[in-house]
């Protein structure tokens, strides 16, 4: 059987390969909260996969199988590298298995819905695969103000927007559509013209209120740093700012995400991590010339 050690090791991989505008911030995490998020993040990376990229079916069947070894974690009795690593985080942090089970459940409706004919729709989905990010990561970070969880919840909503309009290419490419409906229309743009790749005033319409919708989430976010405990505020303050820094470059290259994902490169990502850390240092020698 698989030791803990290896366990945390391989979590650790997963969320460092697949995952690497998250993990920048992980890496500043002290080792026993990076460890619990390293477990969170590739349970809900494994799940997610079995959507887009697994070619074994019935799809149905593995998300039960998934599911399953999920429950498994919170009896202790887990079988999958993942599932060890996860189920020691759970017995040192109250993690939520309702946070699992919904994105289990979003995992499901990608099986099913692909097209969203307006934003509440959208967020019935967004509440499932990326609320419950929240749910599972603010129990590892530590937090005693109750609204931490609005905040909480902006942030997750706008890391997986982002998420969306980056992907726009690759979600064509499976035959998804995830931009409301009436919003593409409303821009003057279309969905056959979406399908077809089309580049116009009207996509980068669209593309331009799909960013200034985000960045307002972005901006509420905010709030929810000081919130968590200190040892995780650095860790938080980085993930928003790789995906701000995210946003910049798709408002930069709006087109690129009908053909590919925009990624930072690892050079990108590390003047991010330069121009945060001074800026935090910044902000606390602020605070201690006001004292």
Known sequence: MTSLEEADRYCRRVTLQ??????????????????????????????DDIVDEHQRAPLEDLLQEWEAELYR???????????????????????????????IDGCRMDLSQI???????????CDKVATTIRDLSLPVFGFSDPSAWQYG???????????????????LDRGRIY???????????????LLSRVKNEAFLKLMQFQLHRI???FDESAKLVPLVDQDARRALSLMRAVYIALIDQIEKRPYDVLHCSIRLSVLQRCRVVIKEFLRLKQDRNGVRAEK
Request: net charge positive.
């Open 179 to 193: 931009l409301p409906q009436d919003e593409i229309l409303a821009s003057g743009y279309s969905e056959s013209a």
């Open 115 to 125: 097209r969203y004919p307006n934003l509440a729709a959208l967020m019935v989905y």
């Open 73 to 103: 974690c919170y009896r202790h009795t887990p079988t999958h590298p993942i599932g060890i690593a996860l189920s020691d985080a759970i017995s040192r942090y109250p993690i939520p298995i309702g946070g699992f089970l919904g994105l």
């Open 18 to 47: 697949c995952g690497p505008h998250f993990s920048v911030g992980f890496l500043f995490l002290p080792p026993p909260k990076q460890k619990a998020i390293y477990a969170v993040y590739a349970f809900c990376r494994f799940a």
């Open 153 to 171: 919840k902006a942030l997750s909503t706008a890391l997986q927007l982002t998420n969306i309009v980056r992907d726009i290419g690759e979600d």
């Open 215 to 217: 960045r307002g989430l």
